[in-house]
């Protein structure tokens, strides 16, 4: 960046930033907010999924749950950790939010987040039985992989790097969902399955947000955003959708 150039300026031309304080304020919020967002919503998808970890049907399948417990946490400390540097209390992060805490599973809140924390709102629901936690697991899955390929070109280039060492762990989740499902298919109720696909699925879609965000355009010329909230939907529907109907099941 030349002496004479904005950060706005040098951020619109592809420039990346490294450093807190080098900072403006109101990129600082929006990229705290994109922070605190991803870091509720994997800590609170964690800690629902913790919850059923028993009711897998084998040991494998427990131990695949268990993992992804792990992981999930564990990525939501590597972004926490970056939210430190900005400020944010990280002593008191993981125990100051209700992570379990859930609404009831016919509640209609659309794209409304929590009360208690900045989770996306797909995580206020409530899973039903193992089946149901992995067909939510396919579904969200597949949308974080679409999500973290967006992230992963956010402009602070520490975050850049910590979304790019994510993706294929969340990517993991994702087929281990497929598998998953692919066993459930072959003993269970396939009405079943396909009712709890009928259920995720709008949620899971309510989880990009408007479609036409006042904000993206402003987001995108800091290099936070890149791509729209209604191009990332229609990129999950379609590969979210191939695998469903892969399976013999249909989207929601």
């Known amino acids: 960046m ?22 403006p304020p109101r990129y600082r919020a929006e ?34 749950a268990a ?3 792990l992981e999930k946490t564990d990525n939501a400390d590597r972004v926490l950790r970056i939210m430190g540097e900005f400020g944010a209390d990280t002593a008191r992060y993981a125990t100051h939010h209700p992570w ?3 609404l009831e599973r016919n509640a209609d809140i659309g794209a409304t987040r929590s009360e208690h924390d900045m989770r996306l709102a797909v995580f206020n629901y409530p899973l039903e039985g193992w089946a149901d936690a992995v067909v939510m697991n396919l579904l969200m899955g597949r949308a974080v992989v679409v999500q973290l390929a967006e992230f992963a070109l956010v402009s602070y280039q520490p975050l850049a790097e910590a979304f790019r060492a994510i993706a294929p762990i969340e990517a993991h989740h994702a087929e281990l969902a497929e598998e ?11 009405a079943a399955l396909q009712a709890s696909v009928d259920y995720w699925w709008p949620r899971v879609a309510a989880s990009f947000g408007a479609a036409d965000s006042r904000k ?15 191009e990332l939907r229609t990129r999950w529907q379609a590969e979210a959708g191939a695998i469903l109907d892969r399976l013999g099941l249909k989207a929601g």
């Open 2 to 23: 030349t002496e004479d150039m904005s950060i706005e300026t040098y951020l619109a031309q592809g420039g990346v930033l490294t450093n807190p304080a080098n900072v």
């Open 31 to 64: 990229l705290l907010k994109l922070m605190a967002t991803f870091v509720d919503s994997e800590l609170a998808g964690a800690a629902g999924f913790a919850d059923i970890i028993n009711e897998g049907p084998g040991i494998k399948e427990r131990i695949a």
């Open 67 to 69: 993992r992804i417990v």
């Open 100 to 102: 379990t805490a859930r």
């Open 180 to 190: 998953g499902l692919v066993r459930l298919l072959e003993s269970h109720d396939r």
């Open 216 to 230: 993206f355009d402003m987001l995108k010329g800091w290099g936070i955003r890149h791509t729209g909230n209604a």
